[in-house]
């Protein structure tokens, strides 16, 4: 099928290129070929289309009616094809065009600074984003970046590229902590309240807390389970117990006093972060330019921190 086009456009060159110079011997010089094969081109367009585009002569090639009529339309058809072809260069070397991100919600708002000064950066591109803790099909659903933490999928051709580390911290309000009182050891958390996070897998996440230097899971009766990263860190703000959450996702909050760092000491290493780009030809300039800068802004964060 692709041959066929490609031909019937060839046919339609050397047609223009007869009406152009108005001789077979010159358009064949111009486009490199003989003249029998321009004249083969234009009998098989005129057969197509069933009348005579060139009145011929010993003396002269001049075009018919129909043929005046076909020249405007394939002159504008062949221009418009040029212009796509153009844009669409451009678009592979200019960041232009929508990318769809999929991230995990609580992760996902961190990130909404990075995207906006992106933004800055690249006006031609546009973002699609959806916040979810559900587990998506980058091919399937048509994400151009999928934003993972920690279990990557097993299937599928994909492209990852780790996007930072986190750490695993005990996060509540200053106003639950005033009123359960102060938790100095681990074997403290036992009487308090825990808002524990339910994965995709349906299971409950325990608590993995380092407790003189060994670390281990600890499984809290929780107050409240919640399956949206960004209602575990609501809840914790809002003062209904103590929650694990990510550093990078907590540091705002602590950082506006809305959250305490309980037992720092306790902390350990959290799941990595990795974007996850469905496999194709060539990752497309709009595509490459968001993933980079997430990569470099997550890099330069960590550095300050």
């Known amino acids: 099928m692709t041959e066929r086009v490609e031909a019937q456009v060839q046919d339609i060159e050397s047609f223009l290129a007869v009406a152009q110079t108005g001789s077979f011997t010159r358009a064949a010089e111009g486009l490199g070929t ?19 585009l060139f009145q011929r002569t010993t003396r002269a090639v001049r075009l018919t009616e129909d043929g005046e009529t076909y020249m405007l339309a394939a002159q504008a058809a062949l221009e418009g094809l040029r212009e796509a072809e153009h844009a669409l260069a451009a678009r592979r070397a200019e960041p232009i065009g929508r990318v769809r991100l999929d991230v995990p919600a609580g992760f996902g708002r961190l990130l909404l600074p990075y995207l906006a000064a992106m933004q800055r950066r690249y006006p031609k591109v546009t973002l699609e ?9 980058p091919v399937a659903e048509g994400w151009d970046i999928v934003v993972r933490i920690g279990e990557l999928p097993t299937e599928g051709e994909m492209t990852v590229r ?17 009123r359960k009182g102060e938790i100095k050891s681990v074997a403290d958390l036992g009487t308090h309240d825990a808002v524990i996070f339910r994965g995709p897998t349906g299971r409950h996440r325990p608590w993995r807390v380092s407790d003189n230097g060994h670390v281990r899971d600890i499984v809290m009766e929780p107050v409240l389970v919640l399956a949206d990263g960004q209602a575990l860190v609501d809840a914790a703000v809002s003062g209904f117990g103590i929650a694990q959450i990510f550093d990078r996702v907590a540091r705002p909050h602590v950082v506006a006093g809305r959250l305490i760092h309980i037992l720092p000491g306790a902390d350990v290493d959290g799941p990595p972060v990795h974007a996850i780009i469905p496999l194709g030809q060539k990752m497309a300039a709009k595509t490459r330019a968001v993933l980079n800068h997430l990569a470099d802004s997550l890099r330069e964060d960590s550095e300050r921190s």
């Open 129 to 137: 984003m959806a916040l979810t803790d559900r587990m998506s099909d």
């Open 162 to 178: 780790k996007l930072c580390e986190l750490r695993l911290g005990l996060y509540a309000s200053p106003e639950y902590v005033h």
């Open 34 to 52: 003989s003249k029998s094969n321009v004249g083969k081109a234009v009998q098989r367009l005129e057969a197509r289309l069933g009348t005579r």
